[in-house]
């Protein structure tokens, strides 16, 4: 059974219970009634003046006695049903937890998947583009030394233009909240294999994100662009420590984050923190990105989702940064979203949003 329908078990035995507790309440005032109508009935015949009223007095005690004995039933009756529903819905919450834990792993190993394949296919374009390198180089040994004697008309075709590598950084620890950031990955790579610049990007994800990580992608890639998917606040962001046995957070303050951006010859061009109340620290972003894109207040999975899947799939069809966030935003908005308004950006005072395309196409 999906986690989806045993919510719907456990909504259903909530709802039972609430009317169930509602009626033992009922029982329980009639028990009460019952039996301080029938104390009363009795103290009357005690003191009753004559012998045939203070039999009418037993008479209504024992009446009131049969009340309070009915009453008994239901209400242990009830107490029986609401023993059963708590039992079955402990039973659900176990289901529950076990259903998430196998549709996380299997999104988790989905994701594994497509970040072993970008790999390999990282691996062969540049040994492809390696064996280009010699190919022309020696081509140009060839015609250097043809060109001291016989004028040829050599055509070498132009360089490709450099890809987009986008550093996408993802991370959920245990300890809190558990955030859709795989399905957030998955639908951003389904909008980038169909994004008509495609081949012109590359996204190089890093989930349960350390640190240590953010370290290592900068230096392995040289990323133009470092996204930021997960938890935030006021004072920084909040990292996974990628155990398997202790997860927990690692709260990175913002001017931390910098520190980290900052430390290499060649910082990102574009920062993007997809996560809660991080516009906060976007102004010491801007010392290491000339722009970085952040959330105004606290957002929603889905609103992040659809937020990261449309700036994207803008991104690679050559939009601007500021064309890609109002596109962004606009779908935020088409899905009814109240959080439509909250990605905003700021800039160095030299930098026009709508003028930087991140993706440069090959001149015609």
């Known amino acids: 059974m999906s986690a989806e329908s045993i919510r ?11 009317t169930l507790r509602r009626e033992s309440a009922k029982h329980e005032a009639d028990l009460g009634k019952a039996r301080a109508a029938a ?13 045939s009223t203070a039999q009418m007095h037993l008479r209504s005690a024992g009446q009131e006695d049969k009340k309070a004995a009915a009453a008994s039933e239901k209400l242990a009756a ?67 030394r043809l060109s001291q004697t016989t004028v040829r008309h050599i055509y070498v075709r132009e360089p490709e233009p450099e890809k ?9 620890p245990e300890l809190v909240s558990p955030l859709r950031t ?8 389904v909008a980038l294999r169909g994004a008509k610049h495609r081949e012109l990007i590359e996204l ?12 290592d992608g900068i230096n392995d890639l040289r990323p133009h662009v470092v996204h930021f998917s997960g938890h935030g606040g006021g004072r920084g962001l909040l990292f996974d420590n990628a155990s398997l046995d202790a997860p927990e957070g690692t ?41 970085v894109v952040a959330m105004l207040d606290s957002v929603g999975d889905m609103a992040a989702g659809v937020f990261a899947t449309q700036f994207y799939a ?39 949003v709508d003028k930087l395309v991140m993706v440069r196409l090959s001149e015609a």
């Open 39 to 51: 104390s009363q009935k009795r103290k009357s015949a005690s003191i009753a003046g004559s012998s």
């Open 251 to 291: 709260e990175v303050s913002f001017d931390l984050l910098a520190r980290l951006l900052g430390a290499t010859d060649t910082p990102p061009k574009l920062i993007v923190l997809n996560a809660c109340e991080t516009l906060d620290g976007a102004d010491l972003l801007l010392e290491v990105a000339p722009v």
């Open 182 to 189: 795989d399905a957030e990955v998955n639908n951003v790579l």
């Open 78 to 144: 009830a107490s029986d049903k609401l023993a059963r529903n708590a039992a079955d819905q402990t039973s659900k919450q176990r289901s529950l937890a076990a259903a998430e834990k196998s549709e996380r792993e299997a999104v988790n190993r989905a994701v594994k998947r497509e970040a072993d394949k970008q790999r390999r296919e990282q691996v062969a374009a540049d040994r492809t583009a390696e064996q280009r390198r010699r190919t022309e180089k020696s081509h140009a040994r060839e015609v250097a």
């Open 164 to 172: 987009l590598r986008v550093l996408y950084l993802t991370a959920s």
């Open 204 to 215: 190089h994800l890093r989930p349960a994100a350390r640190p240590q990580d953010l370290m």
């Open 8 to 18: 719907n078990e456990i909504t259903r035995l909530r709802t039972t219970e609430a």
């Open 314 to 352: 803008a991104i690679a069809s050559a939009q601007s940064v500021g064309a890609a966030l109002r596109q962004a935003k606009a779908m935020m908005a088409a899905a009814l979203l109240d959080d439509a308004n909250l990605p905003q950006h700021v800039a160095r005072a030299d930098v026009d």
